[in-house]
Each structure stands twice: as structure tokens, then as C-alpha cells.
């Protein structure tokens, strides 16, 4: 099984609670307006890999310790057959392997048509962050882009290790964003305040550096 990958991260530390490998899928159909990932938007064959692949080089990077997988895009249920082996991998590392890591996703969908149409995909996740993002509304929670985006814990383990972040300000923890510069591309991972990657803009200005394509304008 084949699956579309637009990056991959470790270690990611503002998607979720601790460590965690970050897998950002290629391809939305909601392309919902103000978005900060709009170069996962389109449908590229060029970035697909196998899931086989893709566990193995979460194995070799996880392999010192991690706390948690967390899948963002794109829009990871616009692929639910990819989606269903790649969350099947994952358990089957867990389990063999006895580790105790939690599967985060983020999703553009209604809860409720996840649940409606998705229900055997949400079975395999610990927690969910669904909802459309809305430019107009506050960042008000952690981890979160807009006010109506809520945290959904959806088994043990996701209630375990998400209870105490369900209701958390946006700033709870502190840092927002990650900054990773690879070659001539410069990385921003997390959730950033309306106006931080605009004022990064300005300050790269500053400093001589010139964004010539940046991920939220097409």
C-alpha cells in the first residue's frame, strides 16, 4: 500500500504532548482559506511511498525514544485506505514491540462526518483534532489553529495522556512553533499566532533573506 507524504519530522515537540514523530500527508480537499499548509494541498504522485517505508524510517528515528505519532496534512482521511494501513503498521509496531506511544490526528472534517463515515479509522486513533479551520476565529487552545477546534481523547490511552491538555490555553506550554533549516527551505512546524509568519517574513527581510515560496500562499 502506497501512501502520499509531504514531509516527515522527529523530533516534533509542538503538535502534542512530549517527542513525537510528525507525518504530514499530501493532498486536502477542504483547502480551508487562511491555511498555513497550503503546499499539501494538491494531489501529488510524485510523493507517494510505501507505508512499509515509511514505518521503517519511523523505527530508525524513534528507535532512541519517543512519546507519540502525530498525523497532520494535508488531510489524512482524504486517503482512508492509506490511512487505515499506515495506522495498522503503527499498531503492530506498538504492540510487538511493547511500546506505549499515542497516535495524534489532525483532521479538516465535522466530528461528526468522521464518525459518520470514519468510525473504523477513529477505532485506531488515541485522540483527534478535528473541525475546519476558521481564519476569523481566535487561537485560544493549545495545539489547536482555530476556537472551534476541539481535542477529542478517543481510547484509554488517549484520555490517559490527554486529559490534563482538553481544555489548555494555547500558551500552556509556551513555545508554538519549531524552526528547522534544511538546505535552501526553511522549516516552521506547529501552530502559529495570526501575524508570526508574516513578522518572520519582515525579520528575514531584515536579515537579507528573501522568502521566494512560503507554504501559506499559493
Known amino acids: 500500500m502506497q501512501?502520499?507524504?509531504n514531509k516527515a519530522h522527529f523530533p516534533v515537540t509542538v503538535l502534542g504532548p512530549g517527542r513525537r514523530i510528525g507525518l504530514w500527508l499530501q493532498g486536502c480537499r477542504i483547502r480551508c482559506p487562511g491555511c498555513v499548509s497550503q503546499d499539501t494541498w494538491a494531489d501529488d504522485p510524485g510523493r507517494r511511498?510505501?507505508?512499509a517505508q515509511l514505518l521503517a524510517w519511523c523505527r530508525r528515528v524513534g528507535g532512541a525514544g519517543f512519546d507519540g505519532v502525530t498525523l497532520s496534512g494535508g488531510e489524512?482521511?482524504?486517503?482512508p485506505q492509506a490511512l487505515s494501513a499506515l495506522l495498522a503498521a503503527l499498531?503492530?509496531?506498538?504492540?510487538?514491540?511493547?511500546?506505549?506511544?499515542?497516535?495524534?490526528?489532525?483532521?479538516?472534517y465535522p466530528l461528526a462526518r468522521l464518525r459518520k463515515r470514519h468510525a473504523c479509522l477513529l477505532a485506531r486513533l488515541d485522540a483527534l483534532i478535528p473541525e475546519p479551520y476558521v481564519n476569523g476565529l481566535p487561537l485560544t487552545?493549545?495545539?489547536?489553529?482555530s476556537q472551534?477546534?476541539?481535542l477529542v481523547a478517543l481510547s484509554p490511552r488517549g484520555e490517559r495522556v490527554y486529559r490534563d491538555f482538553l481544555d489548555a490555553p494555547a500558551a500552556a506550554l509556551g513555545k508554538r512553533l519549531q524552526v528547522q533549516v534544511d538546505g535552501e527551505r526553511l522549516w516552521t512546524i506547529g501552530i502559529p499566532e495570526r501575524g508570526d509568519l508574516a513578522a518572520l517574513e519582515r525579520m528575514a527581510a531584515e536579515r537579507g533573506?528573501?522568502?521566494?515560496?512560503?507554504?501559506?500562499?499559493?
Open 3 to 5: 501512501i502520499a507524504i
Open 91 to 108: 499498531e503492530q509496531w506498538r504492540r510487538e514491540a511493547g511500546l506505549d506511544f499515542d497516535i495524534l490526528c489532525y483532521s479538516g
Open 148 to 150: 472551534n477546534q476541539p
Open 76 to 79: 489524512p482521511f482524504d486517503q
Open 49 to 51: 511511498m510505501n507505508v
Open 209 to 218: 533573506l528573501r522568502l521566494d515560496r512560503v507554504s501559506w500562499r499559493q
Open 141 to 145: 487552545h493549545l495545539w489547536r489553529g
